[in-house]
């Protein structure tokens, strides 16, 4: 998948299987902005399954667990 910074646009190309959880993050090399990957969903996933009532509490929580590891 593609991602793009959002501060200054840079392209990075990252593999979704290796964002751990819903989301991932990385600093920008070109201008150190937080960039954060939402997990995108499998692509087997059926249209008829309802969405997550509480994706933006998950993410934050994963995140949260990802700093605390450094
Ligand atoms: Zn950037």
Do not use: N, W
Not at 30 to 44: F, Y
């Amino acid at each position: 998948m593609i991602v793009f910074c959002e501060e200054c646009g840079k392209k990075y190309r990252i593999d979704p299987a290796k964002i751990k959880g819903t989301a991932a993050s990385f600093k920008c090399r070109s201008c150190s902005h937080r960039i954060v990957v939402p997990k995108p969903p499998p692509p087997e996933s059926q249209p008829q399954t309802p969405p997550a009532p509480s994706i933006e509490q998950v993410t934050t929580t994963t995140i949260e667990r990802l700093r605390r590891r450094r």
